[in-house]
């Protein structure tokens, strides 16, 4: 059902069907053309009609800003959405740790609101384009466009329009009432706290959006060059340097090593040797566990890239190494495989325990 005329206006008040005479002595014009409107009071839906058959493309959307106006003038107040900033997206474990997701998140600079108001106009228009209201701040000279979508939204020719005004711009979509607009439909979509209305254009928040990005950008870059130093740092390491730092992030004794490392073909392939490389392994293991629990093969691959010279000694000999030892770690209850990653069974604190290490 399309959205019939909810709202005729007499003496310049806007009244609903049910709040005057029915039929034609409802003396009711419609907002729109100002012709003579008749009152279906006792219809499924109440609503008005015009007279003697007259055809009006606009009075539905008339009569609905001016009852909006007219419902904000009384109040001189009208709720606005919450504020977010939309933070870059980002990959990530989901809240269960088994499986890597992009993950949108956002910040919150101001919750919804009832702002009092100063003024209120409808339609003026605005080097181009005409807003449906238009409402000033109290307090400031601040405006707000409000945009009501009956039977369509602002296009992208409009909102360019408005981005260029550089002005705070809500729309409330009354899109959906299927004939069933009235004042208390308006009163809940203009006055309740949250609001259902959205932003179009809110100047602030997308220079803070801008901002934000270029802040993360900035500490993306400074946490890039840091990681790359100790990556560099380690490289310079001598075999056995490395080794030492590797079982104290693994919280393992020299001892243990021996029991926790093996034979894998291809192992030669990562430099420095089999100790270096598998400690490195135990090391980035014992930290993911305290982190997710959870191991991602092409993320430890990557890894280890950045920590040792590789020389092939065939193709992928490398990737063979690492998934032969996953699998060796896998056979002494430190691992269990999942797809192509591996589950986490056991806190480093316990390695040394386990009865296949000792």
Known sequence: ?????????????????????????????????NHPLVARKNAKTPHFAHAAGKVCGNGIESAIHL??????????????????????????????????????????????CLMPLSKVSIEPWLDGFRPDIVV?????????????????????????????????????????????????????????????????????????????????????AERDAAEAARFENYRMLNPQEKIKRNIAKAQLQPKSLTSLTAFVPGENSYDDGRYAWQSAVLAYIANRFEEQGYLHTDELTAWLSKLFDISTQFQDAEKVALWKYLKHLESIGLLKQDRRDFVILMPPKNWEKSKAVQ
């Open 136 to 220: 000033v701040e109290a307090g400031s000279d601040a405006e707000i466009l409000v945009e009501i979508a009956v039977t369509h939204f602002v296009d992208e020719n409009k909102l360019d329009k408005i981005r260029k005004r550089g002005i705070r711009t809500i729309e409330i979509d009354v899109s959906n009432a299927r004939g069933a607009v009235g004042f208390d439909m308006l009163n809940r979509l203009l006055f309740s706290v949250p609001t259902k209305a959205k932003w179009l254009h809110h100047p602030q928040a997308e220079q803070m959006e801008l901002d934000y990005v270029e802040k993360q950008r900035q500490e993306r």
């Open 67 to 112: 009852a909006a106006k007219q419902l904000i003038a009384e109040r001189m107040e009208l709720a606005l959405p919450a504020v977010y900033v939309q933070l870059p997206a980002r990959w990530g474990p989901d809240e269960d740790g088994w499986n890597w997701v992009r993950i949108q998140e956002r910040n919150t600079l101001y919750n919804s």
């Open 1 to 33: 059902m399309s959205i019939l005329v909810p709202f005729g206006i007499k003496d310049g008040v806007l009244y609903e069907p049910r709040q005057v005479l029915n039929g034609k002595d409802c003396g009711c014009f419609c907002p729109g053309c």
